[in-house]
């Protein structure tokens, strides 16, 4: 059973950062794959970035790409999400999950991953 907790989620205004982070229980080569994936209220769950833990590759989606930077501490098991120039419609709770990778290669689809966080709340607003 793999567990990851999600923390750093808060209040910002519109321009400014936050920096997330999913804590597992274990990194394991079954499940390479992490993955953030935010939801807003009335939309469906949208993938944002997703990381290899095994060689670093990683993943942006066009709506973050250039903002926001995914990364990995293999020695603390922990994946960061730094979000910076944040928009209103960054609004969403994020959560971070496990699914399994191929090396480089890492699936884009939620429901190709196994595990999840509880979300964490994070609310651009002035």
């Known amino acids: 059973q793999l567990q990851l907790v999600e923390s750093g989620g808060g209040l910002v205004q519109p321009g400014g950062s936050l920096r997330l982070s999913c804590t597992a229980s274990k990194f394991t080569l079954d499940y390479s794959a992490i993955g953030w994936f935010r939801q807003a209220p009335g939309k469906e769950r949208e993938g944002v970035s997703y990381?290899?833990?095994?060689?670093?590759?990683?993943y942006y989606a066009d709506s973050v790409k250039g903002r926001f930077t995914i990364s990995r501490d293999n020695a603390k098991n922990t994946v960061y999400l730094q979000m910076n120039s944040l928009k209103p419609e960054d609004t969403a709770v994020y959560y971070c999950?496990?699914?399994?990778?191929?090396?480089?290669?890492?699936?884009?689809?939620?429901?190709?991953?196994?595990?999840w966080g509880q979300g964490t709340q994070v609310t651009v607003s002035s």
């Open positions: 999950a496990a699914g399994p990778g191929w090396g480089s290669k890492v699936p884009i689809d939620g429901r190709e991953y196994d595990y």
């Open positions: 990381i290899s833990v095994s060689d670093g590759s990683t």
